[in-house]
């Protein structure tokens, strides 16, 4: 599966924002899919992520409340909308396949995940 993430930008603080993932070349639908951020001088880190059917999903305490993961399994496209936005949540936006079918655990670590897309730029103004 290739991924293609898109939709970042320069947004002030409190404000929102929309990415979208393309996946292509795969079965999209039997993998959860989720958002990881890489800010400048730190390690990359889990955001959001939603199971391969789109009914559950789960989030990091710093994100937990503003933002939306969300997929169409048809369209094989997953989305995060990012809402009440703050200045620590500026980083780079990458989203990921998970590297094991049908999981059935809330896959967090970058290890399982085995396809990645370019990353997408968010600053958050303040």
């Known amino acids: 599966v290739q991924l293609q993430a898109y939709g970042g930008g320069l947004v002030q603080a409190g404000g929102s924002l929309s990415l979208s993932c393309a996946a292509s070349?795969?079965?999209?639908?039997?993998?959860?899919m989720a958002w990881f951020r890489q800010a400048p001088g730190k390690e990359r880190e889990f955001v959001a992520g939603?199971?391969?059917?789109?009914?559950?999903?789960y989030y990091a305490t710093s994100v937990k409340d503003r933002f939306a993961i969300s997929r169409d399994n048809a369209k094989n496209t997953v989305s995060l909308q990012m809402n009440s936005l703050k200045p620590e949540d500026t980083a780079i936006y990458y989203c990921?396949?998970?590297?094991?079918?049908w999981g059935s655990g809330y896959q967090s670590r970058s290890y399982e995940f085995d396809s990645w897309g370019q990353g997408t730029l968010v600053t958050v103004s303040s």
């Open positions: 070349g795969g079965t999209f639908s039997r993998y959860t």
């Open positions: 939603i199971m391969w059917g789109g009914e559950f999903t």
């Open positions: 990921a396949k998970a590297r094991e079918q």
